[in-house]
């Protein structure tokens, strides 16, 4: 029987998170050993909201790098905009796609202040609302049976069956696969901060660790993470204590010191500085070994682009057969220039 494919994406918005390597990245990781994976960097979506056009380019590398460092093959990997296909699909699938679900997306409303009002005057782009059929054509151009993701995304997921099955009933055959979700054991990774918000880069630096941090930067983040607000019932366990036990037990290591300070929490002696300084070792151990991994590969930068052009270059053809056997299905002209 042929392997299941498995495809994920992620945004070259900044640095990569521990929300982001435990919600998702860390399952990408693994997944390699048992599925076909493909994995994208998608420069596309991180044109949806205002950024700078000199930094796209090197954050696009920068996320290279840290993915090959924690662990995804360079031959997984591509880079959305050298696959156009992505864009192409996500055209025809457009007129698959009806406008007033886009508008009802939560990151939609999130991402454009319509949830909060607080930038009834920014500039929202018509790719913003778009963004969720960009995504659909990412997953279903490579026929992907499952997808890693965080929480976060199962509503794009949903869309992108719908869309897949609205295309399926009109061209009157089940040519898309429907995918699903994989999600990892921890889901959603809390801010430090505020645990009330997930971890995340837009929220700004002190909401979230990053994963190449150096050891000083983690200690003092963990150090200062918020551990009761004062509103949690007795005998409960509040959201910033239960996000450093997530973010220890995430890390698969201090086995031993995590059922000690779990028994601590629930007899009531638990001392918050024992647990933090625990969460710190266990997350500075990971993110020296990938500094390390990430420093070898900065030695020769060259090599790995190099890599990831064939890689994309390989991974398009896949993207090329979809797109030919779509535009048969839908009607338009296929001819080859
Ligand atoms: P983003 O950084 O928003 O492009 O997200 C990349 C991936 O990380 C997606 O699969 C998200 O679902 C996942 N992710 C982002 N933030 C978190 C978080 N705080 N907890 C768990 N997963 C997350
Ligand atoms: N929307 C995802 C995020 O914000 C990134 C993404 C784009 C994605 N295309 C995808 C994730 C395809 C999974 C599959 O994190």
Known sequence: MSRKQVLSCIQPTGDMHYGNYFGAVANWVNLQKDYDCVYGVVDYHAMTMPYNVKKLRTT??????????????????????????????????????????????????????????????????????????????????????????????????????????????????????????????????????????????????????????????????????????GDTPEGEMSAGVANLFELLKATGNHKEALTQLLDDHKLGSLKYVDLKATVADAIVEMSSAFNERRAALTADKKALKNQIKQSSYEIRKQAQETIKEVKDLVGLLNVRF
């Open 60 to 229: 696009t590398w920068d996320l290279i790098l840290n993915l090959v460092a924690v662990g995804i093959e360079p031959s997984n990997l591509f880079v959305q905009s050298l696959v156009p296909e992505h864009a192409e699909l996500s055209w025809i699938l457009n007129c698959f796609c009806s406008y007033g679900q886009l508008t009802r997306m939560t990151q939609f409303k999130d991402k454009s202040g319509q949830s909060t009002d607080e930038s009834k005057d920014a500039f929202i782009s018509a790719g913003l609302l778009d963004y969720p059929v960009l995504q659909a054509a990412d997953i279903l151009i490579y026929k992907a049976d499952y997808v890693p993701v965080g929480k976060d995304q199962e509503q794009h997921l949903e869309l992108t069956r719908n869309i897949a099955q609205r295309f399926n009933n009109q061209v009157g055959q089940e040519y898309f696969v429907l995918p699903e979700c994989l999600f990892t054991e921890t889901p959603k990774i809390k801010s430090t901060a505020d645990p009330s918000r997930k971890m995340s880069k837009s929220a700004g630096e002190k909401h979230y660790i990053n994963v190449f941090a150096d050891e000083a930067k983690i200690r003092k983040q963990i150090k200062s993470a918020v551990t009761d607000a």
